[in-house]
T-cell receptor, first 113, second 113 residues
Framework: GQQLNQSPQSMFIQEGEDVSMNCTSS?????WLWYKQEPGEGPVLLIA?????ELTSNGRLTAQFGITRKDSFLNISASIPSDVGIYFC?????????????FGQGTTLQVKP | SQTIHQWPATLVQPVGSPLSLECTVE??????LYWYRQAAGRGLQLLFY??????ISSEVPQNLSASRPQDRQFILSSKKLLLSDSGFYLC????????????FGEGSRLTVL
């Protein structure tokens, strides 16, 4: 099925560094969600975005709904070891597809203490 | 508050044996329910979704089936497992198919030998 283009695929960074990842689509979306998954667990919702241009923060995490409605990014500031995991974007198209979420392939984040 | 629980957490089954994974949601009525499969820790593939009791939509042809015998219960089954059925299975719920966030259970790791 259709999937979002999420990049980068993986990141290995030093503790304290900032992180940025993004998702793009050829379709217009009306919802963007960002999840974090730790090994052996289900994804946990981090941030939900519903309006074009919306910028939302959750602690050190900031996500934005792209103005074109075709992309979104997630930033993590001052990374810490517990940020390790796989981050997924998910989007819901504006029309068609019965409104089901489409997921990106994930960005694996590793943080070196 | 709403909670979602799935079990068993881990399952090792021989090829050709049956499968039953269960998922229940508490704290909400008439949720939309979903089964996803995740291979190799990346990518979420939607297998089934249900908008009500007895209503099941299949997203991909496969060796698995789903049932919803009660409002907040969703079951994933197979009569005869294949090696390719191995993976991490995630149950999820949402208030609406077309809007809102998706919330995941803890996941069930299935290994078919």
């Amino acid at each position: 099925g259709q999937q979002l283009n999420q990049s980068p695929q993986s990141m290995f960074i030093q503790e304290g560094e900032d992180v940025s990842m993004n998702c793009t689509s050829s379709s217009i979306f009306n919802t963007w969600l960002w999840y974090k998954q730790e090994p052996g667990e289900g994804p946990v919702l981090l941030i939900a975005l519903y309006k074009a241009g919306e910028l939302t923060s959750n602690g050190r995490l900031t996500a934005q709904f792209g103005i074109t409605r075709k992309d979104s990014f997630l930033n993590i500031s001052a990374s810490i070891p517990s940020d390790v995991g796989i981050y997924f974007c998910a989007g819901r198209r504006l029309s068609g597809n019965t409104g089901k979420l489409i997921f990106g392939q994930g960005t694996t984040l590793q943080v070196k203490p | 508050s709403q909670t979602i629980h799935q079990w068993p957490a881990t399952l090792v089954q021989p090829v050709g044996s049956p499968l039953s994974l269960e998922c229940t949601v508490e704290g909400t009525s008439n949720p939309n329910l979903y089964w996803y499969r995740q291979a190799a820790g990346r990518g979420l593939q939607l297998l089934f979704y249900s908008v009500g009791i007895g209503q099941i939509s299949s997203e991909v042809p496969q060796n698995l089936s789903a049932s919803r015998p009660q409002d907040r219960q969703f079951i994933l089954s197979s009569k005869k497992l294949l090696l390719s059925d191995s993976g991490f299975y995630l149950c999820a719920w949402s208030e609406s198919v077309n809007t809102g966030e998706l919330f995941f259970g803890e996941g069930s790791r299935l290994t078919v030998l």
